[in-house]
């Protein structure tokens, strides 16, 4: 499921399944010492993993694809509620070796999960995807796979309780940003429950949360996603200035009549967009340049 990009650098490589064998004594040693540059805070409470996967509402056709498995505390949960498959995707090699080695009924893969063509999931028949994610790759990894793969059926995830509030923030307030409209311009985001520190070994310094993510419907995802992307990181990098500020010569008359259209002037400032305005804005904006 490796990707290349929008954009960006074509990258190559191939997914690898994760060699079953015996441990090392330096394996051993890096399994017992998590890695902070992977975000490795793992879970401890047993409660809390069941609680996610119940929230993913596994049924049996399903294909459950996890980022991050880690130490594995949401995989027994997962292979107990008997999904028809089961593909764990995880970047540190130690842990991905122990996991197949502990859980024969799981499919590992040793991957980058920010590496992957997310689009390659829609290939797949009823996929849902779970993980907790590490904090540092959270936000990179929701706008490419809230953008790339438009059927699974639902997503679970733990992220930092920060990222949690601004995925599902509405316009209008300060938590409102590039990613929340990003991310409901293509799926809906709904906040399930806060997770505090003292469930993580090692314990994080900030609280987490769990939020769930279910795609559009194709007819309702932006046509467009370049031009989205441009115009969110234009309006978001000047958050405080006013839209007729930032857009500049591009608000013609046109496109003032559509902010009319939608009771907004040139004096509304970016957070009082919502998505789907901000999906429309950035193709006239764009069909408007280009004519
Ligand atoms: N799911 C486990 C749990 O709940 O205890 C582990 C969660 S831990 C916060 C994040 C996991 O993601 C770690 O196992 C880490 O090695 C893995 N990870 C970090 N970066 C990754 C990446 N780019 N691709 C895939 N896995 C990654």
């Known amino acids: 499921m490796k990707r290349e990009r929008q954009g960006g650098r074509p990258r190559n490589g191939r997914d690898t399944p994760a060699p079953r064998q015996a441990p090392t004594g330096g394996e051993r040693e890096a399994y017992a010492r998590p890695k902070r540059s992977l975000g490795q805070n793992f879970l401890s409470d047993p409660n809390i993993a069941a609680k996610i996967v119940a929230a993913l509402a596994i049924t049996a056709p399903d294909t459950v694809v996890e980022i991050g498995p880690g130490r594995g505390a ?4 997962i292979l107990a509620a008997g ?11 130690d842990l991905a070796v122990r996991l197949a080695r502990e859980h024969p009924g799981a499919a590992v893969a040793m991957v980058d999960a920010l590496r992957l063509d997310w689009r390659r999931l829609d290939s797949l028949a009823r996929v849902k995807v779970v993980g907790n994610l590490p904090y540092n790759i959270a936000s990179p990894l929701l706008w490419d796979l809230c953008a790339g793969a438009s059927r699974f059926d639902r997503g679970v995830f733990m992220v930092q309780h920060e990222v949690a509030r601004r995925l599902a923030a509405l316009p209008g307030g300060r938590e409102y940003g590039a990613l929340s409209a990003w991310v409901q311009a293509f799926a809906r985001v709904d906040y399930l429950f806060k997770v505090p520190p003292t469930v993580f070994r090692p314990m994080p310094k900030v609280d987490s949360a769990v939020v769930a993510v279910t795609p559009l419907p194709a007819d309702r995802r932006p046509q467009d996603p370049a031009a989205l992307a441009g115009l969110l990181k234009q309006l978001f990098s000047l958050r405080r200035k006013q839209l007729g500020s930032i857009l500049k010569g591009s608000l013609d008359a046109a496109a003032l009549e559509w902010l009319a259209g939608q009771a907004l002037s040139g004096r509304n400032r970016p957070e009082e967009l919502s998505p789907r305005q901000l999906t429309e804005l950035a193709i006239l904006l764009k069909t408007r340049s280009s004519s």
């Open 74 to 77: 949401l995989t027994p949960f």
């Open 83 to 93: 999904p028809g498959s089961y593909l764990a995707l995880e970047k540190d090699r």
